[in-house]
């Protein structure tokens, strides 16, 4: 006799179904929020973490291929802009990388694309910025975008067992 685990995204949720024999095609509907055909998860004991993957690593659930066509796109804009004078041109480069990277900008970063997209020199800033990067946190710099960090926080189980 099966039990079945199944996650609703709406409630964030795991929820444990009994079937009397296996049906692995059946997908119930949540019981809280009613939201239709729950997709199937595999069992807690047989999940397997990513091996290179470390608890607060910011990039650990960043999808590493999409990432990397995003940054060759993102470098073939970049080509060129050594001899480009015009800091607002970096800034909107900066942008485009939070846009497809699944990052979003932490506190230092905004102030830097601000700043740059105010006309500032982007060397006085890199040295300015220098000083900052050395304390280590990245979060001052980029952080995961809601989104995803919902998606890392682990989903409630419900304890009740349902019938499938």
Known sequence: MPIY????ES?????????A?????????CPRCGRARLPRRPSRFATLRHAGAEEGDPFSELDEGKLEGAMDALMNEAEGLENEEDPRVL????????DVS??????HMAELVARLEAGEDPE???REMDDVAGEDDF?????LKNALQERRRKPRVDDELYFL
């Open 5 to 8: 685990e199944f996650y609703c």
């Open 21 to 29: 024999r296996i049906d692995t095609g059946k997908r119930p509907a």
């Open 11 to 19: 409630c964030h949720t795991l929820f444990n179904f009994f079937s």
């Open 91 to 98: 800034a909107r480069l900066m942008r485009r990388f939070t």
């Open 124 to 126: 006085s800033l890199e």
């Open 139 to 143: 979060d001052d710099f980029f952080k």
């Open 102 to 107: 699944g990052l979003e900008m932490g506190e």
